[in-house]
């Protein structure tokens, strides 16, 4: 079947890229500056201060593969 859409004034399109991590138990979270540091209790500190150091932007794919790079190694 093929629809028609007539785009009206209101109508708004844009393309998002979102990461997520998979947990142990099988969860999907959006990995975003709050949650990365949350998902490894006692590490807060630690994950906070390497996405400092290194400026880490979620809105850009080479800065997040650099986060899962590191969290990865935890």
């Not at 500190?45 to 650099?66: D, H, L, P, V, Y």
């Amino acid at each position: 079947n093929m629809y028609t859409i007539n785009p009206d004034a209101d109508m708004e399109f844009r393309r998002e890229l979102e990461f997520f991590i998979l947990k142990d138990d099988g969860e999907l979270v959006p990995l975003r500056k709050k949650t990365a540091p949350e998902l490894y209790p006692g590490r807060e500190a630690e994950i906070q201060k390497f996405m400092k150091s290194n400026k880490t932007n979620f809105e850009k794919r080479e800065s997040i593969i650099e986060l899962a790079g590191f969290l990865s190694g935890l």
